[in-house]
DNA sequence: TTACAGTAGAGAATTATTTCTCGATTCTAC
DNA sequence: GTAGAATCGAGAAATAATTCTCTACTGTAA
């Protein structure tokens, strides 16, 4: 009676749904409220409260009954869970637009990852900062990732390219990837690549949108 | 024996796998093939070759056996099927990192949808232009949607108001909302709204990365 | 012509996820 | 104290999604 689990891994619905209670969390947390009940959540997500009380247990947090979760534990309890509370450096290839925006965006940092320089092709961008990163050269990205033991890698490149910067954040030795480039990238086994694509989302958008036309 | 099948909405699954592979089969269609079977696209994908050909079913698209779909047709197919070949106009609000991003791509527009227009509370960013589109007061939203009967909004503003700009994009008709702040916003029923939470795709990937972790 | 291999499509089986049910617990009010 | 209401937690049931199986079709090559 050792491994008597098969110890499935957290399903993908779940793990988006945390980050969810996590914002609605922290809102409330500014309130003064000291507990929040899986109801109260589901009350104002318009989600199903069992299926909230299963997210919240993967995280290991106990509620008791009649009360609820003790927030400031629960808040905690995700953060741990998500892998927020160790702040990871990681590299970002392509200042261009979007690469940009997340450069800029200052709140990361309390999620768990830590920008800390950004590479790009273009020679014009390369010696300038944006948002206070360096843009450094990309041939630089392997060798420095190594030294600098960076865990994650974040592609806003074109997608003709994110493949070959992709081998570069590998072969520094980078283990997770946040792709935003519209295409399938190829790691070896063991790296972890989290895709996101906007046009999905957007095509869940307009598709719905269009049938909704079509009914109406 | 007039409606026998409930007619259930597509899976935001296979919603979302759609423009996965539509982004492939184009880069294919650059390389003068003319048709493509579903063990080819799920060779490439890693994908389960049955799902594929379930998925690309729901849009109504016919294949043969042994040569697979006509490429053209099929790229065709996915774009009628999500929406994509009739092109909704659409307003931004928030011009701020993310918000300018959006309104420098300016591929939106073969994937049905034109950003027609940027809005902002700030006055330093009012009357001027991002990417070629002028920056408006968040004030005249409403009204200038329901005259230029705009169906489609964009929130890129901070999550404390996201509600207060989602209410003003219903006022003015607007009937899709695609939002980028991390909270919940309420609409009335008729509404769509699809939430594009990068927390919840971070969270992923450094659970995923912690979990490794915690294995090895 | 004929055998053969690759593939679409339909339906069945499997697996995963969500929702329901119920017993146990704990707080509040009387 | 005791009754009642709210809620957690665990397991069962229902639902949804994915994967498997089989048949029929189509092109290719002997
Ligand atoms: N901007 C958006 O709103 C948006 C939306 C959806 C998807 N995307 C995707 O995000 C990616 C980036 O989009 P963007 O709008 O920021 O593009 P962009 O052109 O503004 O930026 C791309 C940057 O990558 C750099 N680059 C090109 N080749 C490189 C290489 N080999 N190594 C390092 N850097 C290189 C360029 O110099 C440029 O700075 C694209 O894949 C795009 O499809 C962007
Ligand atoms: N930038 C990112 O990488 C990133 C990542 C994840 C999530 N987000 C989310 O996207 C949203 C925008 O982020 P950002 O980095 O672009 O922020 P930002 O501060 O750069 O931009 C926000 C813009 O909204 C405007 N604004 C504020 N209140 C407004 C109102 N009531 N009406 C109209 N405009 C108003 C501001 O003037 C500003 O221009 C936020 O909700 C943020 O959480 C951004």
Known sequence: MDEPKP????????LRRLPIYH???QKRLSTGIKTI???????ELDYDATQIRKDLAV??????????????ALILSIETFLGWSRVRKAFLAGSGHLGSALLGYNRFSHYGLDIVAAFDRDPDRVGTKVHGREVLPINKL??????????VGIITVPAPVAQEVADFMVSGGIRAIWNFAPTKINV?????????????????LLQKLSAAHRLV
Chains 1, 2 share one sequence.
Do not use: F, W
Request: glycine share 10%.
């Open 188 to 204: 070896p086994a063991g790296v972890i690549v989290q895709n996101e694509d906007l046009y999905s989302s957007l095509g869940v």
């Open 142 to 151: 392997a060798g420095l990732a190594k030294r600098m033991r960076v865990e």
């Open 23 to 25: 914002h609605l969390l």
């Open 59 to 72: 995280t290991g947090i106990k509620g008791r009954p009649k009360v609820g979760y003790d927030l400031a």
């Open 37 to 43: 009940s899986c109801s109260q959540i589901a009350e």
């Open 7 to 14: 110890l499935r891994p957290t399903s993908e619905a779940t």
